[in-house]
């Protein structure tokens, strides 16, 4: 029965340090991933863009999906591959 307590001692701690990392975490730009990148416009989902744009200032803030302005970063190469993704912004 120890086991099962530690298993469940063990999500908590888990579950607690994904929401207190989310509190911590404030409109701001997105880190620069650690591989070459590019900046892909059109595909990002609903605040998961990673910076600002006319109509917002920051990442997180895109209010709708596939938002012509938005962007995220993707491995160099990629953005093209993605249907509705743009190297350009619209």
């Known amino acids: 029965m120890q086991s099962d307590s530690k298993s469940v001692w063990l999500a908590a701690v888990a579950v607690a340090a994904v929401i207190a990392s ?3 975490a404030g409109a701001e730009p997105a880190p620069v991933p650690q591989f070459s990148v590019e900046k892909c416009y059109g ?4 605040k998961q863009n990673d910076c600002q744009t006319a109509t917002h200032s920051c990442a997180g803030e895109a209010k709708e999906s596939h938002d012509p302005a938005s962007w995220i970063y993707v491995p160099t190469g990629t953005c093209t591959k993605i249907a509705g ?6």
């Open 22 to 24: 989310t509190l911590g």
């Open 43 to 46: 595909v990002a989902a609903a």
């Open 85 to 90: 993704g743009s190297l350009k912004r619209s």
